[in-house]
């Protein structure tokens, strides 16, 4: 996931469709917070108005999780429980 604080307006929008928590605000921008806990959905770029995301799915925890599980190779992942990657 990368941000790019130029572009962003801080419309809030990213924090408010986060599932995860990642961004914040921040005198009136966007931060991020927790890379970690991005799980590469995309609806923080999706629904910025500006796009000041970009999100590339398949490299890390979602993609990891959902290998894992077509492959049967779950122990294979980077990924733990508490969320934390590689």
């Known amino acids: 996931m990368k941000l790019s604080e130029e572009k962003c307006t801080g419309c809030g929008m990213c924090v408010n469709v986060c599932p995860h928590e990642v961004f914040v605000m921040n ?29 590339e799915s398949g490299v890390g925890c979602a993609y990891a999780i959902i290998i894992g599980k077509l492959f049967g190779n779950e122990q294979e992942s980077c990924c733990t429980d508490s969320g934390d990657c590689c």
């Open 27 to 55: 005198d009136k921008k966007v931060q991020i917070i927790d890379r970690n806990r991005c799980m590469e959905c995309g609806a923080c770029a999706k629904n910025c108005p500006v796009s000041a995301l970009n999100v």
